[in-house]
């Protein structure tokens, strides 16, 4: 490989890079249109993966932090809502991937991807809260070995109060 044929690979390289370090995915995607099973609603999932750290040393740093990721089910009968923490979780501008065991449905996995993950979706004026769809997964629910779900979802984007 020449020193030209490099120097053109790193710098079509270094946007994929750039983006992946700027990526912000963090705040709540509600499911486009209602996703109901067995007398529960899968509400939305929310991710986090920035710290902000105040404090006189850092003064309002921005810290990355291993990703968390919970889902909110609700009880229809009720409303009643119950948070799990999830597992397995991937969270990268062009994958998104995490398994939360142990729900009132039985083991629930969201895999997909984010539609366009320029830097993430915080204060982009052409992404509305609620309504512009952001991800683009398949969700499924299996309890006891059986698939009770699968199905694929489009999800919309909140950054929350």
Same mark, same amino acid.
Request: glycine share 6%; net charge positive.
């Given at each position: 490989?020449?020193?030209?044929?490099?120097?053109?690979?790193?710098?079509?390289?270094?946007?994929?890079?750039?983006?992946?370090? /700027?990526?912000?995915?963090?705040? &709540?995607?509600?499911?486009?249109?209602?996703?109901?099973?067995?007398?529960?609603?899968?509400?939305?999932?929310?991710?986090?993966?920035?710290?902000?750290? &105040?404090?006189?040393?850092?003064?309002?740093?921005?810290?990355?932090?291993?990703?968390?990721?919970?889902?909110?089910?609700?009880?229809?009968?009720?409303?009643?809502?119950?948070?799990?923490?999830?597992?397995?979780?991937?969270?990268?501008?062009?994958? !998104?991937?995490?398994?939360?065991?142990?729900?009132?449905?039985?083991?629930?996995?969201?895999?997909? /991807?984010?539609?366009?993950?320029?830097?993430?979706?915080?204060?982009?004026?052409?992404?509305?809260?609620?309504?512009?769809?952001?991800?683009?997964?398949?969700?499924?629910?299996?309890?006891?070995?059986?698939?009770? !779900?699968?199905?694929?979802?489009?999800?919309?984007?909140?950054?929350?109060?």
């Amino acid at each position: 490989m020449t020193l030209v044929s490099f120097l053109l690979l790193a710098l079509l390289a270094l946007p994929a890079v750039a983006a992946a370090q /700027n990526f912000e995915p963090d705040g &709540y995607y509600l499911p486009k249109e209602p996703l109901t099973v067995s007398d529960h609603e899968i509400a939305l999932f929310d991710l986090r993966s920035l710290e902000y750290v &105040y404090d006189q040393k850092t003064r309002g740093k921005v810290l990355r932090v291993p990703p968390t990721a919970r889902l909110r089910i609700i009880r229809l009968a009720d409303r009643t809502e119950t948070r799990y923490r999830c597992g397995k979780i991937i969270v990268k501008p062009d994958a !998104l991937s995490f398994v939360c065991p142990g729900t009132t449905l039985g083991v629930v996995m969201i895999r997909g /991807n984010f539609i366009d993950p320029r830097l993430g979706f915080r204060d982009r004026q052409d992404v509305l809260p609620k309504q512009t769809v952001v991800v683009d997964a398949t969700v499924t629910i299996t309890r006891e070995g059986k698939e009770l !779900l699968a199905r694929r979802v489009a999800f919309t984007y909140w950054e929350g109060d």
